[in-house]
């Protein structure tokens, strides 16, 4: 069964640092595609960063240059190093997995996604 | 970057009606890569359609999705009332995703 869990949310003060988890469990962690995508407080969802199965990395135009998407094969988790936060970047986050069953391949579509870990960023 | 505008931003109806629900690209999206979400409060997402018209597993027959090019729909044909919730279309570019502002379907 796929399991995704998030950790590390809080609350933090502008201009500060944050680094959120995702421990992952039932699928090939290594060669899947994985995002994380936030809701901030009455919005909608927006796509912050992706990593491809190859480890290929990508960057919404609003967090390029502040936040770091990366993983660690050896312990099955996602991360995104959150620097230089801002009030707007106050959201419930998730990762999700790309729904492709083949390694190294996307879809571009997530059936799989956890349960959130909030972020508040507030002075 | 491509953008996806949703319409109507709220939809206001009663169990046991149709709800179309339409979102439009600002340039021509590959349907292979046109998504729906629902989203519930309290709640992750939940993939509904895939490939523009394809239902996701466990996902009742009530749900479709059509189109093509820039413009998609997603239909419930026969509203249950655990249906009532927030609907986000999502398309899949070569190095970025992006999301509709989200139709809020309420009873």
């Known amino acids: 069964e796929v399991q995704l869990l998030e950790s590390g949310g809080g609350l933090v003060q502008p201009g500060g640092s944050l680094r959120l988890s995702c421990a992952a469990s039932?699928?090939?962690?290594?060669?899947?595609?994985m995002i994380w995508v936030r809701r901030a407080p009455g919005k909608g969802l927006e796509w912050v960063s992706g990593?491809?199965?190859?480890?290929?990395?990508y960057y919404a135009d609003s967090v390029k240059g502040r936040f770091t998407i990366s993983r660690d094969t050896s312990k099955n988790t996602l991360y995104l190093q959150m620097n230089t936060l801002r009030v707007d970047d106050t959201a419930l986050y998730y990762c999700a997995k790309d729904a492709s069953l083949t390694p190294y391949e996307s879809s571009g579509y997530y059936y799989y996604w956890g349960q959130g870990t909030l972020v508040t960023v507030s002075s | 970057e491509i953008v996806l505008t949703q319409s109507p931003g709220t939809l206001s109806l009663s169990p046991g009606e149709r709800a179309t629900l339409s979102c439009r690209a600002s340039?021509?999206?590959?349907?292979?890569?046109l998504a729906w979400y629902q989203q519930r409060p309290g709640q992750a997402p939940r993939l509904l359609i895939y490939?523009?018209?394809g239902r996701a597993t466990g996902i009742p027959d009530r749900f479709s999705g059509s189109g093509s090019g820039t413009d998609f729909t997603l239909t419930i044909s026969r509203l249950e009332p655990e249906d009532f919730a927030v609907y986000f279309c999502q398309q899949y570019g070569r190095s970025s995703i992006t999301f509709g502002q989200g139709t809020r379907l309420e009873i």
């Open positions: 490939g523009a018209s």
């Open positions: 990593i491809s199965g190859s480890g290929s990395t």
């Open positions: 039932g699928f090939t962690f290594s060669s899947s595609a």
């Open positions: 340039q021509s999206v590959s349907s292979r890569f």
